[in-house]
Structure formats: structure tokens, C-alpha cells
């Protein structure tokens, strides 16, 4: 799978005090640490950033690019300091994200035809993110439409369904997952792309989030999902990205398959069993489901 590093983000005090102060060393520290762990793009979230926007947008990405030379995706819903970050990228940039909106679509995607840049599209609307994996990929049509009417081929377009934290809707990661394994029948030659980190955010245990990241990557990597947005520190996921170790993701596969018996498994081993459960909705998601 293609590794995106999601480590440079404004929700970072570091990061949030590095651009306040214009202090590079914090963000050039993150930067060359994920490019030696093995990232293929970095993801400089921005956030809404209110003020200054082009310039900092700039500040950033010049800090970024002074010790890396890796294409990034440009986080950020404000147009302004978007498109001044894509002005001076050195490699050809992702625009992460354009959504479903109006809005999205009016603002963010002509500048992905403007420079050229790929472009992630969450798959959200007005109305919200679609409740089943086929309602996504329906809804996601007349968007590849609007932004091919613009010049943006659909091999340019990387769609994300969206994975919300599994304490507060566990059904919804189980259809991410189905999205997965049904958007190429339905729009083919697209690129999959989503936060896997989300999926442990908003609460649970710190301890546990690495299993449910680590789980779930190994899931969609089975089934051919595209690129992730990861935590690049996190070095048992990478190694799951090289098929290591071999044993535990043949164990994953097994256990995506049907139901496997853990009694005559070692701890670690079955914690993965048990994670692939709870992610596939077949046990209920607790902060203890690793002790059931």
C-alpha cells in the first residue's frame, strides 16, 4: 500500500507552536523522520488556517521541502492557501481533500486541474456520509463526473469513503471495508485512500489504538485499497506493509475468511483474531474486547 504520513498537523501543539513561531526545526525533524521510515507522500494539514493562509501555507511547505524530497498532499479547506502551497510544490502534489459539497466541488477541484495535482475526494455532502458501502460509491458518481468535465481524468482521482472512529459507529468501518471491495466494479481506475488512524481516535485507549490501526491496514491491504494515511512511527504497521511478519498476516487473512479458534494461539496472535472480529462487526466493540 502506498504510505502517506499524517504526523505534520496543525492539531499538534508541536506543530501548531512550529508554524505560530516560525520555527522549522519541529516540522523538518517530523519531515526527514517519516521519509527514513518510508513514506511515499507526507500530508501537511493545514486546517482551516485563518490567518495569513498563503503565507504560511508556503512557510511550510518550503520547510518541508528543504529536507525531503517527497510529494506531499496539501491538507487544508481554504482555497487561498491551497493553491498557494500547489504554486510552489517541487513534485506533483495531492490535494487532500475536495468533498461532495458545492462548495468542495466549486472551490478545490479547479485546482486540481489548474496545476496539476491529484485530488483525494471524501465522499461527503451536504447531507452527510452515505450509511451503506453501495449508497458511498453511488454517491460519489456525479462528483467524478463534474470533476472530469474539468479536465481531471478519474486515474487522477482518489476517493475516500470515510472511516469514523469505531466507538461511536462501529457498523460504519465494516461498510468502508465493503466500499473498498466494490468501487472498482463501480468506477474503475480509481485510487482508495482514507485516515487509518481514525479509526481509533475519539476515545479509545491509547494502548489499543495500534492493534485496531494495525488490523484494519492489514484488512484493506487484502483488499487492495490504494494508499492509507498512517502514523509512520508506528513500525509494526509497516512491517505489515512488507508481509511481516508473515505468520500474523496469514493469520489476519485466515481470520477475514471465517471464524478461526485462537485457544491454541499465543496472545499476540490472537489479539489480531480478535480484532479482525470486531472490525468486521462480528463481536461487539468494548475497550475490553481484547480480553473476551
Known amino acids: ?44 494539514n493545514l486546517g482551516p488556517l485563518q490567518d495569513k493562509p498563503a503565507e ?48 468542495g466541488k466549486e472551490k478545490i477541484l479547479p485546482l486540481a486541474a489548474k496545476y496539476p495535482a491529484d485530488v483525494i475526494i471524501l465522499i461527503f455532502s451536504e447531507t452527510g456520509v452515505p450509511p451503506t458501502a453501495d ?18 481524468p478519474t486515474e487522477n482521482i482518489w476517493l475516500d469513503a470515510v472511516i469514523y472512529p469505531i466507538i461511536t459507529n462501529q457498523d460504519q468501518v465494516k461498510e468502508y471495508i465493503e466500499f473498498v471491495k466494490i468501487i472498482e466494479d463501480v468506477v474503475p481506475g480509481t485510487k482508495t485512500v482514507t485516515g487509518i488512524s481514525n479509526v481509533s481516535s475519539c476515545g479509545v485507549p491509547s494502548d489499543l489504538r495500534p492493534i485496531l490501526n494495525q488490523t484494519l491496514f492489514a484488512i484493506l491491504d487484502r ?18 506493509n512488507q508481509g ?8 489476519i487473512h485466515r481470520a477475514m ?19 479482525v472480529n470486531v472490525l468486521l462487526g462480528r463481536e461487539i466493540f468494548s475497550s475490553s474486547w481484547l480480553d473476551m
Not at 69 to 76: S, Y
Not at 227 to 240: H, N, P, S
Not at 257 to 275: I, N, P
Open 1 to 44: 500500500m502506498i504510505l502517506i504520513g499524517e504526523n505534520i498537523h496543525t492539531l499538534s501543539k508541536k506543530i501548531s507552536s512550529a508554524i505560530e513561531n516560525r520555527d522549522p526545526g519541529p516540522i523538518r525533524t517530523l519531515s526527514s523522520q517519516q521519509a527514513e521510515a518510508g513514506a511515499h507522500y507526507l500530508d501537511i
Open 56 to 103: 504560511t501555507a508556503q512557510w511550510v511547505v518550503r520547510t518541508v521541502q528543504e529536507v525531503v524530497d517527497l510529494p506531499l498532499c496539501i491538507d487544508t479547506p481554504n482555497p487561498v492557501a491551497l493553491e498557494a502551497a500547489l504554486e510552489i510544490c517541487t513534485k506533483r502534489a495531492v490535494i487532500n481533500s475536495a468533498n461532495c459539497t458545492q462548495e
Open 135 to 152: 449508497e458511498r460509491a453511488e454517491s460519489i458518481l456525479e462528483t467524478i463526473d463534474y470533476a472530469n468535465d474539468l479536465g481531471i
Open 223 to 240: 483488499y487492495n485499497q490504494y494508499a492509507g494515511i498512517v502514523d509512520m512511527r508506528d513500525r509494526d504497521l509497516l512491517r505489515l
Open 244 to 251: 511481516e511478519p508473515s505468520h500474523i498476516v496469514e493469520l
Open 257 to 275: 475468511e471465517g471464524e478461526v479458534d485462537v485457544s491454541s494461539f499465543s496472545k499476540e496472535a490472537a489479539r489480531y483474531v480478535k480484532t
